[in-house]
Nanobody
Framework: QVQLVESGGGLVQPGGSLRLSCAASGSISGANFMAWYRQATGKQRVFVARVSSGGSTNYADSVKGRFTISRDNAKNTVFLQMNSLKPEDTAVYYC?????????WGQGTQVTVSS
């Protein structure tokens, strides 16, 4: 089963930027969609963005215009560029397939937006 490892999170001030990476232990080229999700403390995990194998993207309304998802099939990596971050973006961020998981859920990467 594909293992997914997220990285790139951290503490950032409101209005700042972060770039998250998700490295897969196996090929993601067979996954029609790869996606990022997030889970805030005490809340359910929710969809953030997805990218098709052809590069088409979709975003949750809450991040549209601020976040950009991309994928590098050759390197089995998915990225999430996050700009104009807000305190409500604070969460643990995960990547996986969409709508079904490609592999086991990783530990995620913590993003904290605070002044």
């Amino acid at each position: 089963q594909v293992q997914l490892v997220e990285s790139g999170g951290g503490l950032v001030q409101p209005g700042g930027s972060l770039r998250l990476s998700c490295a897969a232990s196996g090929s993601i080229s067979g996954a029609n969609f790869m996606a990022w999700y997030r889970q805030a403390t005490g809340k359910q995990r929710v969809f953030v963005a997805r990218v098709s194998s052809g590069g088409s993207t979709n975003y949750a309304d809450s991040v549209k215009g601020r976040f950009t998802i991309s994928r590098d099939n050759a390197k089995n990596t998915v990225f999430l560029q996050m700009n104009s971050l807000k305190p409500e973006d604070t969460a643990v961020y995960y990547c996986n397939g969409w709508p079904l998981p490609l592999g086991s859920w990783g530990q995620g990467t913590q993003v904290t937006v605070s002044s």
